[in-house]
């Protein structure tokens, strides 16, 4: 597994290059509507690597909801309101699970071994 080196503190999963762990789109609008995407990057951290995965695996619905992003993102730019989206795969965490929870890191899934 590639992992390349944090040039934050040692035990910091993004460096500050790195976006944060998720944006916010339309932050200021009064619409009484809120979206939220969880699953809408294939990102990893640098930190992290490839994280054993080949780039197919990386892209494919293991690592992200296909489409769910961008869709997340027409919505709130078409209906003026507020959306929040994950920046990273939910291979790294899946963000509608809780922590404690054995599914919010996978191992496997869809037939794939997450060595990371």
């Not at 590639?2 to 035990?11: E, I, L, M, T, W």
């Not at 961008?70 to 929040?84: F, W």
């Not at 919010?104 to 037939?111: I, K, S, V």
Request: contains cysteine.
């Amino acid at each position: 597994m590639a992992v390349a080196h944090n040039n934050n503190h040692p035990n910091s999963l993004l460096s500050t290059s790195e976006p944060k762990p998720f944006r916010v789109m339309n932050h200021l609008s009064e619409v009484p509507i809120l979206l939220n995407c969880e699953h809408a990057s294939c990102r990893f951290p640098a930190s992290l690597g490839d994280m054993g995965l080949d780039p197919f695996a990386r892209r494919c619905h293991l690592a992200v909801d296909i489409g769910a992003g961008r869709l997340t993102e027409k919505l709130a730019e078409g209906l003026g309101v507020t959306a929040v989206l994950a920046n990273y795969s939910r291979l790294i965490v899946d963000c509608n699970r809780q922590l404690l929870d054995p599914t919010a890191f996978l191992e496997y899934g869809d037939g794939i071994i997450v060595p990371g």
